[in-house]
């Protein structure tokens, strides 16, 4: 079983942390995985888009050409990679940033108002941890108790209110996964 | 030791340190940037030399001078920064120190851009630098690949007494997968280590020692010694065509209809195609080399099956590897090449594409 | 009997090349000599550039090196960071220091590097046959600016220890001339001093030499001292830029 994830959006929307506490725990759970990040000079602002594979066989091609999960924080991430989707794969978007959404029929798309949502919460940069319960609550891919486990382990003395905040946002993404 | 989710970028670095290197000197350049950062930030902590150079010219220079010191010492760089050491390289061959150059491939030729590349092939393993030389080359094709040949390239360098080239790319320099480490190195251990270059490295008269000239040099004004050296640097090429050939074979069997060839990144997405094509009962095989210099052109030639109608050769360049295997091919069965440049990668789709063509 | 004059035990006893007249050998003895007063042979090492004086690691009798042109501060950089119980110098004349290595003296002297360079200034380009250099002096003519030197198309002559004296970091430099026994004498001082410096870790030692090239600038030696006294002097001025150890 192989499952390939796209995350992407703006800079500094975190979608690269989201691909690779995707990988840490799918490696904490004994799999196969990797992440690919795009780079370049667009630092901030810019787009991004990471490549993740989880995987219970080697990983061949870190290139993810057609995602199984797509996680688009903004509309030009939906544009680009949405009609690459496989059928009947996932497509988590944030209504916020993409106001023409996507329309394909032919896969599963969760849309909710992440970046409202994350504001709820308490902090704007919790989306990306928002995205990852969305995961765990549709798919298999990873548990919470890695997450929550990963998570604590290297924010608890650092800081345990972000850590709950984050915790927070896992839990409340897991209930939009879920339906 | 656990599995640590790790760029190839740091993870190389981190195998460097742990095999002894604690001389470390470079110069920014994307996209191996965060191999430098490392080195900033962890030579500190082992008491090694991070030192980050005003040029590129001045890193292999450097490089150059602690090598002639017979310590494990350590450069990297991307293909416009590998361009600029080449002098240095080829002084390093000529005067036969071991050292270790780390080349995360971008897009050429000139600045090119940032994207992954092969385009260096040729450079790494023909020369690149002025005069008759070989560097070993090294080509990984997953972070712990390029963080196991760290350690290799060291021991490489040290047994030959010579330059050692890991030859990545932007793709597993930028990537992370889960990687394990080797047992580091004491501090007992990486002390006694220059020691075996005692008989000819730069070094101290220690008391009681018989005072010793060394002199670390490329330079031999007559003809006729010239000749000698490089006979007998050839004379240590032909050993290690010898001993350190290299490669992986992948589903290569008599089934076979087609037999690919491809290294580093490339081999990554050949799999994934051959992969799929197995799922449609179709059999393809592969032949990674590892190593790239030297080149296993029997292993090739052994691996043409009785059923292979072609030999397909794919590279993230313009075709520069294929010559090396129509050198292992020989005419036998036609080779065809299909590469990406410019930084733009190919799919595993595409890959799959090209291949059913030939069934 | 009082030996007075000697071969310096950090000498090997392989002749000089030089030509005739020339006086690179008076600056490698000059050398040898504060390294053997310092008691440093068995810790001292060297670096040779590219130049007339390619094959100093021959003639200095402990571990050497041979750079590339120009890149004997990075070498050395490389040499003393990995050995940090030795001491190490380079040895380099213009063309090598001044042209194709200014980036390699500028930034080991900006990195107050733990080594000694020893710069040899004979206004041209000896080995390769009288080429200009950066230190040919303006309307001096040479195999390559066979009219003089223009400075409108050229620039002016670079003054090394000028250049360096505007970095913060190194410890020394002092020019010097090696053109008349008294003049040698000084120099022997700035030498010393320099190899001093460096044995106690202070930091950037420089010196310059003012020097002649009787060959390529088709003078006897005497005469090549003379033009040089006349010519080279009056632009590159003797005299010590910085000392920190003084202050």
Known sequence: ?179 | MAKILMKGNEAVAEAAIRSGCRLYFAYPITPQSELIEYMARMMPKVNGTFLQAESEVSAINMVYGAAGCGKRVMTSSSSPGISLKMEGISYIAGAQLPAVIVNVQRGGPGLGDIQPAQGDYYQATKGGGHGDYRLIVMAPASVQEFADMASDAFDLADKYRNPVMILADGMLGQMMEPVEFKEALTDAEIEEMPKQHDSWCIRPNEDGDKKHHHEINSLEIDPVVLEQHVNNLYKKYAEIEKNEISYESYDVSDDNEVLCVAWGTASRIVKSAINELKKDGKSVGMIRPINVWPYPYEAIAEAIGPNVKKVYVFELNTGQMLDDVKIAVAGKVPVEFWGKVGGVVFTPAEIKEKLEACF | MEKIAYRPESLTQIPFTYCPGCLHGVAHRLIAEAVDEQGLINKMTGVAPVGCSVFAYKFFNFDMAQAAHGRAPAVATGMKRARPDMHVFTYQGDGDLAAIGTAEIVHAANRGEQMSVFFVNNAIYGMTGGQMAPTTLPDMKTTTSPYGRDTADIGHPIRVCELLDTLISPYYIERVSLLTPADIMKAKKAVSKAIQYNKEGRGFTFVEFISTCPTNWGLDPLKSRDWAKEHMLPFFKTGCFRDKGAE
Request: aromatic share 6%; charged share 20%; glycine share 10%.
């Open chain 1, 1 to 179: 079983m192989t499952t390939e994830l796209i995350c992407a959006g703006f800079g500094g929307q975190g979608v690269l942390t989201i691909g690779k506490f995707i990988a840490k725990a799918g490696m904490s759970e004994g799999k196969n995985v990797s992440w690919l990040p795009s780079y370049g000079p667009e630092m901030r602002g810019g787009t991004a888009n990471v490549s993740t594979v989880v995987s219970e066989e080697p990983i061949a091609s870190p290139i993810v050409s057609f995602p199984d999960v797509l996680v688009a924080l903004n509309q030009p991430s939906i544009d680009k990679f949405a009609p690459s989707i496989r059928p009947g794969g996932i497509l988590i978007y944030n209504t916020n940033m993409c106001p023409h959404g996507c329309k394909r029929d032919d896969i599963i798309k969760i849309a909710s108002p992440m970046s409202d949502i994350a504001l709820e919460i308490g902090n704007t940069m919790v989306l990306n941890m928002l995205a990852i319960g969305i995961i765990i609550g549709k798919t298999d891919l990873i548990r919470y108790e890695t997450m929550e486990e990963d998570l604590t382990s290297f924010m608890k003395a650092k800081n345990p209110e972000l850590l709950e905040l984050n915790l927070k946002a896992i839990k409340r993404g897991i209930e939009i996964g879920k339906g």
